[in-house]
């Protein structure tokens, strides 16, 4: 990698960071970029799911308070997820990109539009009762995000804030801090996994690991004090670019 090179892959480190944390997606900027470096697909996907989990970190701190007493319901939904992981981690290293590809499309889309509705359906839902930790099917959400997320992870955030905004009577803020957790946890398992049986690119998780620090701590800052709508309206804006780029490419 040339001088140049590590600047872009810092710099994309710093960008997918801060947008991992407000929302997720930040994957669709420092993947490609790995590959226009010159890293091959899966060692450029590896890398850059190890090379994540330091800003993850980063972003969960700064929504610490965001989590006050969300304790139990991570623990609960914490082992679905990380079942997902591994089970993502291993399609990941035995099916071609192209399969997953047309369904995590479809996941994004569907996820957006959560999102969006989620407002309106809270109200039309506001007499029914509500399990306190999202019932089963946040349960299965969770597992299959998780899955999403150990194979590519660019939206995984968008997937869980629909679903726990729908499932949760909750703040937006509150659900995007809980998503942050589950996605550290995602992605922490699938890098355990990647260290182990795949193709590294060392350099390149170190750029992207700090940049995303940087990226994390930013994207805390400024994703705290976001409005409601707005932050929605970023979640779908960018759930959107998710879905042009897994098109295009």
Same mark, same amino acid.
């Given at each position: 990698?040339?001088?140049?090179?590590?600047?872009?892959?810092?710099?994309? +480190?710093?960008?997918?960071?801060?947008?991992? /944390?407000?929302?997720?997606?930040?994957?669709?900027?420092?993947?490609?970029?790995?590959? %226009?470096?010159?890293?091959?697909?899966?060692?450029?996907?590896?890398?850059?799911?190890?090379?994540?989990?330091?800003? +993850?970190?980063? =972003?969960?701190?700064?929504?610490?308070?965001?989590?006050?007493?969300?304790?139990?319901?991570?623990?609960?939904?914490?082992?679905?997820?990380?079942?997902?992981?591994?089970?993502?981690?291993?399609?990941?290293?035995?099916?071609?990109?192209? /399969?997953?590809?047309?369904?995590?499309?479809?996941?994004?889309?569907?996820?957006?539009?959560?999102?969006?509705?989620?407002?309106?359906?809270?109200?039309?839902?506001?007499?029914?009762?509500?399990?306190?930790?999202?019932?089963?099917?946040?349960?299965? =959400?969770?597992? %299959?995000? =998780?899955?999403? +997320?150990?194979?590519?992870?660019?939206?995984?955030?968008?997937?869980?804030?629909?679903?726990?905004?729908?499932?949760?009577?909750?703040?937006?803020?509150?659900?995007?801090?809980?998503?942050?957790?589950?996605?550290?946890?995602?992605? =922490?398992?699938?890098?355990?996994?990647?260290?182990?049986?795949?193709?590294?690119?060392?350099?390149?998780?170190?750029?992207?690991?700090?940049?995303?620090?940087?990226?994390?701590?930013?994207?805390?800052?400024?994703?705290?004090?976001?409005?409601?709508?707005?932050?929605?309206?970023?979640?779908?804006?960018? +759930?959107?670019?998710?879905?042009?780029?897994?098109? /295009?490419?």
């Amino acid at each position: 990698m040339t001088p140049w090179e590590m600047v872009a892959v810092l710099a994309a +480190g710093i960008a997918g960071g801060a947008i991992n /944390t407000v929302v997720g997606s930040g994957s669709l900027i420092t993947f490609p970029t790995l590959l %226009a470096v010159g890293l091959p697909p899966i060692t450029a996907n590896v890398s850059n799911n190890i090379g994540l989990v330091p800003g +993850g970190l980063a =972003g969960v701190m700064g929504y610490r308070t965001e989590l006050a007493g969300q304790r139990s319901r991570l623990l609960r939904l914490a082992p679905a997820s990380l079942a997902g992981s591994i089970i993502g981690g291993l399609l990941l290293l035995n099916l071609p990109e192209q /399969t997953f590809t047309a369904v995590v499309t479809v996941l994004i889309a569907l996820s957006c539009a959560m999102v969006v509705i989620q407002p309106r359906l809270s109200r039309m839902l506001a007499d029914r009762p509500r399990h306190a930790h999202g019932g089963p099917w946040l349960l299965l =959400g969770a597992f %299959a995000s =998780g899955a999403y +997320g150990g194979y590519f992870g660019a939206g995984q955030g968008i997937l869980l804030i629909g679903l726990m905004g729908l499932l949760l009577d909750e703040k937006l803020q509150r659900v995007n801090a809980a998503k942050n957790v589950l996605v550290v946890l995602v992605n =922490g398992a699938a890098a355990i996994l990647y260290v182990f049986v795949a193709d590294v690119d060392w350099v390149a998780v170190l750029l992207v690991a700090v940049g995303s620090m940087i990226g994390g701590f930013l994207g805390a800052r400024i994703g705290r004090r976001l409005p409601a709508s707005v932050l929605r309206a970023v979640i779908v804006c960018i +759930g959107v670019v998710a879905i042009a780029k897994l098109l /295009t490419d």
